[in-house]
């Protein structure tokens, strides 16, 4: 059967339009007339439909406008005589406003005229904000054509882009959007790309607005095998589709009563899906032994289990809500009257759509939102800054970079180039809501006025500005640098880090003669360092000297004096910078220089981190076989001391123990949250936990463990990450320890803290502490597990929140952990509750604060010895 489907495209301005003057609505329309001269008036109203058109002026940036050949003015008439083109940029892109999760029939006009004079019909590509929509080749469419879907917006933002693909020029007519009704047109996936859309009757009219709300365009088919049937009668309209009445008013049956009556077509390619819409209402007076009654068929297959009996001068729309695809050949659609129905099949109006699918998700609004404000700000104009500004890749907006993770995960910018930009004024603000961003290049400019505080603070954020003499750090004003340099840096550790360097502890430390050392006078000028403490201000980073040669460790420890620990990779002795500043120098040996760039990339990081419950990594050593850590001295001790009475230390009583836990939370919830990249701590356990002069919880030897393999040079490839005890199971499995393995460690943390009872005892029958508490807990009796050393003192709602809480940190499963972020809400509360009980107990303190307390008690000072 030949049934062209050009057919079913309507010649403009060759074919009446059915009009029946009726007061419609036009709002949320957008109806854009391209390339409408300057001169001629904009708005107006089109007199074949109503429809109020506007010049495309204020959508577009770039462009030219144009006309049709004068003497196809009467062929092709307004609004589609001028036209848009586009001879500069690759992507060039409407923004039109939208309404976001609504769904919007989009409808883009293409009628090229010879416009240029040049005869040479254009081919390009039109884009849906990131992603293809079509391809426009209007060779040998000399009457033009369009493109139609209906879709629904994900952002309230919708872009429109026509992109250059060969030597031609895209040009562009018309522009027409209609938001639609919430219950019409849902399909299971994709959107709908217009394929046909008719009506049956033998008249020529075409329908749209205002006869059809949504403005659709109903083309009038009709084939010779069928007759057509008519009412003047009123024909009920009221389903969620909202046909215009016109189109139900007429109907083909099949001539031959006993034949089907059927419609087919040949797909454009195999795969091709198809959604139906089937339009039916009986426009015929039946008398009482006439019945209608068909089957629907596609392929020859049936498509519902029940016929359609059309309802009276009512319409009746069927749907299926996942698409069709067709065999091999043509695809066909049959209605076929039952045995029992007097009367042959009809149909009033049938829509067929293919599915067309838009998987890449648009950049993030808030992101795009700051750098359209960005370009505003400063008046940038940059020819490809146009249509999304991450995605597709290849039309990435120039200076720009972001994070391009898989397509349905909204791109963010992760960094901007705007150096010699001619950038002049204050910083704009909207730089502060790219969040994602990681390298800003401000460099070369006149920008005035000061950085923002969040500019400087945000965790890794390099930010370069050299060049701007007028623009200095909120801080200091005063501190003018001639080169630039980054206000944080934090080397990308994403994949990097595993560092491979193998170091290995000075076990023989003290073998090792000093003498054997050169040692130097210092040097003329001595560092200043600052050992940063909790309340004090920090020292700005580039004012800091971080790096130190072995002669200055050597003499800041006087010769490695006095040892105060042995870690599990290296000796750590105390050491006194500018007299009294007191820090931990952890002495480390080199026994390969592989990696040692990796290792001088996290040292960077980690000098970076700072949180009043982190161990401040003050500085290093590196010199040739030397190298050392230099930490912030911790003078109390660790937690597990302290938890076993051992060493003189004293035992801790339940609410010191939560509010020891509570801060060594907060510490690694920064590490997850506060740092960009995240920071893994690796090795959370109670001995990592130590305690300042205050009892204050500070969490050491954070990022670093998996650089440190035990037991030296022959173990070089088992590089032990994490403590027997304290490891993730889960990391038997995918050998990736995570943010939620640190969760993990921390339950067995609470657990100890909760218990006193070692992580693992051989001589237990449960041996590990999980299981051993998992199995007590089924007695019920909480005295049984909690530390028999708090003598009972404590409140056992808070004993057995943390319990829980503990229990469900280490959960074999890493999915069902909390984050860190819940576990410091719990602890704190469980603080909370049990801070209200000794107050009430004491029957005094009315006038404690009632707000969570993590400054310290001073009735739970231990005593001084
Ligand atoms: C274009 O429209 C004219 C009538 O205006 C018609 O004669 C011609 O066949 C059409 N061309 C195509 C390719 O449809
Ligand atoms: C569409 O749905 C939203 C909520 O889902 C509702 O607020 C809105 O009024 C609906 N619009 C129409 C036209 O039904
Ligand atoms: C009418 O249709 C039936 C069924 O398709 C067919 O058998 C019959 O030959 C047709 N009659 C005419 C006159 O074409
Ligand atoms: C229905 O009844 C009318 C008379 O009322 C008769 O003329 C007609 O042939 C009947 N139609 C059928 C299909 O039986
Ligand atoms: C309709 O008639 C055909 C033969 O004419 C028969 O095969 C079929 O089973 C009948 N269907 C029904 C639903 O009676
Ligand atoms: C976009 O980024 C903002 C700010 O980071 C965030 O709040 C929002 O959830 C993001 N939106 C999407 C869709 O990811
Ligand atoms: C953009 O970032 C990706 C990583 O996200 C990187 O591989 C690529 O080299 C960057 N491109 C430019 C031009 O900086
Ligand atoms: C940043 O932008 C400047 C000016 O547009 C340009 O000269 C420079 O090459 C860009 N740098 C990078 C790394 O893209
Ligand atoms: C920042 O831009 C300046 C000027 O284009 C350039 O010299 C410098 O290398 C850039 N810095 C980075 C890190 O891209
Ligand atoms: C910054 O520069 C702009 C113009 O370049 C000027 O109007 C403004 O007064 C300057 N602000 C400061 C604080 O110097
Ligand atoms: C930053 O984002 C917030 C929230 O999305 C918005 O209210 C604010 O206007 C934005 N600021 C700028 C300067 O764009």
Redesign the pocket.
Known sequence: MERSLALLLPLIGTLAIIHIVQAQSQQGFISLDCGLPANERSPYIDSNTEIQYTSDATFIQSGKTGKVQANMEDRFLKPYSTLRYFPDGIRNCYNLNVEKGRNHLIRAWFMYGNYDGHDNSPRFDLYLGPNPWATIDLHKLENGTREEIIHIPTSNKLQICLVKTGETTPMISALEIRPMGNDSYITESGSLKLFFRIYLTESKNYIRFPNDVYDRQWIAFFWREWTQISTTSDVGTSNHYELPKAALASAAIPTNASAPLAIEWTPPNPNTQYYLYRHFAEIQDLQKNETREFNMLWNGDVMSSDPVIPDKLDISTFYSSSPRTCDEGDCNFQLKRTNRSTLPPLLNALEVFTVIKFPQSETNETDVAAIINIEATYGLSRINWQGDPCVPQQFRW??LNCSNTDASTPPRITSL?????GLTGNIAAAIQNLTQLEKL?LS?NDLNGTIPQSLQRKGGLQLFRHGNPRLFPSESPTVSTGKSFPVVIVASVASAAILIVVLVLVLVLRKKKPSTVQVVHPPPSRPTMNVPYANSPEPSIEMKKRRFTYAEVMKMTNNFERVVGEGGFGVVCHGTVNGSEQVAVKLLSQSSTQGYKEFKAEVDLLLRVHHTNLVSLVGYCDEGDHLALIYEFVPNGDLRQHLSGKGGKPIVNWATRLRISAEAALGLEYLHIGCTPPIVHRDVKTTNILLDEQFKAKLADFGLSRSFPVGGETHVSTVVAGTPGYLDPEYYQTSRLGEKSDVYSFGIVLLEMITNQPVIDRNRRKSHITQWVGSELNGGDITKIMDPKLNGDYDSRSAWRALELAMSCADPTSARRPTMSHVVIELKECLVSENSRRNMSRGMDSLSSPEVSMVFDSGMIPRAR
């Not at 180039?417 to 930009?421: E, F, G, I, Q, T």
Request: aromatic content about 0%; proline content about 0%.
């Open positions: 120039d200076a180039n705007l150096s010699s930009s290049n070369g």
